[in-house]
């Protein structure tokens, strides 16, 4: 039995459904200048086109070629967007250390192999890593720790 490849059907649908998006809201929302006089939605515009022409390149192929239908892993999808709403929730309050430990925290249930030495290990590097870089390095006014209480 002949069968499409539907994950490359479904990706590069979605590439496509990204760049018209990205292409039709320069459009309507920045000038567009001319190819001599470039405004500031000609290059947006641009980038849309060539993820719709890629998007296309992906899909197109995959309608004659064989593959199958992959199981979606409920699991990780939910506890890794659980944890970008628990990092956005917990930043302003709390600061930037415990929104990490909480994105962290909850993205490790999406891996069953992770173990808690090495979430508290990710915590504390990334802790780390973001002091650095955001308060040494480019001396951003966010605090890494905040008690609302």
Not at 70 to 94: M, Y
Not at 127 to 147: A, E, H, K, Q
Request: glycine content about 12%; aromatic content about 10%.
């Amino acid at each position: 039995m002949h069968t499409k490849d539907y994950r490359d059907i479904i990706g590069g649908g979605i590439i496509i459904l990204l760049g018209l998006f990205i292409a039709a809201y320069a459009l309507n929302t920045l000038a567009i200048g001319t190819p001599r006089r470039m405004g500031p939605g000609f290059f947006p515009i641009g980038i849309g086109v060539l993820l719709v022409c890629f998007g296309i390149g992906i899909a197109v192929p995959a309608f004659f070629r064989e593959g199958t239908m992959e199981q979606i892993e409920w699991r990780p999808l939910f506890a890794i967007s659980a944890s970008l709403l628990a990092f956005g929730l917990c930043v302003t309050p709390f600061g930037l250390v415990p929104a990490i430990a909480a994105l962290v925290a909850v993205s490790a249930l999406a891996d069953s192999k992770l173990t808690i030495p090495a979430v508290l290990g990710l915590i504390a590097s990334l802790s780390l890593i973001c002091y650095v870089i955001f308060d040494l390095g480019l001396g951003l006014t966010l605090p890494m720790l905040r008690w609302p209480f």
